[in-house]
């Protein structure tokens, strides 16, 4: 069974760093490109940032590029990504997805992050 | 980017129904467009992929169409479990992807 599990996420002031987790188990992890996406308090949901599966490729949002920075650990089956500089607007829940054929066809349960003073 | 207008955005029809989403691309996706359905404390689950294709294990009574920039779901004999809220997502190569802003399905 395809899991998907982050962690990492919590409270954390504005100007803060949060470094979240995604432990995928159930598939071969090095042969997928993986996607965090997120998604603020009664809102609709952002792709923030993507990496293939050999590290080939990455690519973030304008809202995310130069504060944030994805990463995997093929051997730890493992996808994490790097928040710095954080802001209000950042406060969201944050999934990571397994991109099956280009889409997102499975997602974890999400970890929410709060940014605040 | 590309920007993808849903709507309705609030949609209330009963048990039984059949009811229809449409998905707006600001500029031609080809079919690269997916549906998600999403109910609440819950992670989006994927029902349709490139337009009209559907995800495994999921009713068909769920169908998708469309290409280009216009889309559409349709979800037909609505049962209880259908009521959440569904957005659409293009994922064209050649862009970052971005989905819809969503569509309440309610309970009339």
């Known amino acids: 069974e395809v899991q998907l599990v982050e962690s990492g996420g919590g409270l954390v002031q504005p100007g803060g760093s949060l470094r979240l987790s995604c432990a995928a188990s159930g598939f071969t992890f090095s042969r997928y490109n993986m996607n965090w996406v997120r998604q603020a308090p009664g809102k609709g949901l952002e792709w923030i940032s993507y990496i293939g599966s050999s590290n080939s490729s990455i690519y973030y949002a304008d809202s995310v590029k130069g504060r944030f920075t994805i990463s995997r650990d093929n051997a730890k089956n493992s996808l994490y990504l790097q928040m710095n500089s954080l802001r209000d607007e950042d406060t969201a829940v944050y999934y990571c997805?397994?991109?099956?054929?280009?889409?997102?066809?499975?997602w974890g349960q999400g970890t929410l992050v709060t940014v605040s003073s | 980017d590309i920007q993808m207008t849903q709507s309705p955005s609030t949609l209330s029809a009963s048990v039984g129904d059949r009811v229809t989403i449409t998905c707006r691309a600001s500029?031609?996706?080809?079919?690269?467009l997916a549906w998600y359905q999403q109910k609440p404390g819950k992670a989006p689950k994927l029902l349709i992929y490139?337009?009209?294709s559907l995800e495994s294990g999921v009713p068909s009574r769920f169908s998708g169409s469309g290409s280009g920039t216009e889309f559409t779901l349709t979800i037909s004999n609505l049962q209880p479990d259908d009521f959440a809220t569904y957005y659409c997502?293009?994922?064209?190569?050649?862009?970052?992807?971005?989905f819809g802003q969503g569509t309440k399905l309610e309970i009339k």
């Open positions: 997805t397994r991109d099956g054929g280009d889409v997102g066809d499975y």
């Open positions: 997502q293009q994922y064209n190569n050649y862009s970052p992807d971005t």
């Open positions: 490139k337009a009209s």
């Open positions: 500029q031609s996706i080809s079919s690269w």
